[in-house]
């Protein structure tokens, strides 16, 4: 398993849950509180350095509902499995979740800049005189 670096531990910061003032409202959106639970679950896999179970519970926490701080760590979990147009774009819907002074986002941003010099790149220029609605196949 890859050495955890001190990013890990700056992802822990967990999604925030709107709770509401009575027990019915709480439970309103389920999806909400079991995605927290999962985010835990795999924050806890990751600090006993189960990574597998931990990506896992990501995995299952953003099936639930979409949050910044699963998308953070699952970015990490598939750059480890070497997963990088994945984890590119988890970084980046990741990123677009948080506000720009969150914590998260200096550090986000150069793991991005870093997978972006190792994703390849294509540029396809069509003649100025391609018809519109023209069909390009890779």
Known sequence: MP???PLWSLFVVVPCVVVGSTRSVARA???QSDAQVL???GRKALDRGD???ACTKFE???RLARSA???FNLAMCEEHKTHLVEAARNWREALSLVPPDDPRV???WERLAALDKKLGRLTIALPVDTPT???LLL
């Open 69 to 71: 701080g699963p998308l």
């Open 106 to 108: 200096e550090p986000a």
């Open 60 to 62: 299952e926490s953003l």
């Open 133 to 135: 609605g023209a069909d």
């Open 39 to 41: 985010f835990e679950q």
């Open 29 to 31: 959106e389920p999806d």
């Open 51 to 53: 990574e597998a179970t």
């Open 3 to 5: 050495r955890r670096g």
